[in-house]
Nanobody, 121 residues
């Protein structure tokens, strides 16, 4: 069972990145999938999540209107499209899979290793 994030990098403010979360060893669309981020010295924050059952989504207020979560069941992958990036979006981004669509990290069972996103001003 493994989740692997990719797509992070360095981008200027106002730019875009698309993060991918690819699952192996299990079927990701059977699980709710969340994206979290953690900046140095800060707690891990729930950014967005998507349910397994109906595809409903959640976004933190700080990213609403800028980020979009989606899933491609054929590729066993969940994406996070990030537009209009701001320096305060700089963090390590993690994806996670669990039974429930929540923004609480402790409810998720499987985690990726993280990918760094750096937004320069």
């Amino acid at each position: 069972v493994q989740l692997v994030e990719s797509g992070g990098g360095l981008v200027q403010a106002g730019g875009s990145l698309r993060l991918s979360c690819a699952a192996s060893g299990f079927t990701l669309d059977y699980y709710a999938t969340g994206w979290f981020r953690q900046a140095p010295g800060k707690e891990r924050e729930g950014v967005s999540c998507i349910s397994a059952s109906d595809g409903s989504t959640y976004y933190a207020d700080s990213v609403k209107g800028r980020f979009t979560i989606s899933r491609d069941n054929a590729k066993n992958t969940v994406y996070l499209q990030m537009n209009s990036l701001k320096p305060e979006d700089t963090a390590v981004y993690y994806c996670a899979a669990g039974l429930y669509k929540t923004a609480r990290a402790r409810t998720y069972d499987y985690w990726g290793q993280g990918t760094q996103v750096t937004v320069s001003s």
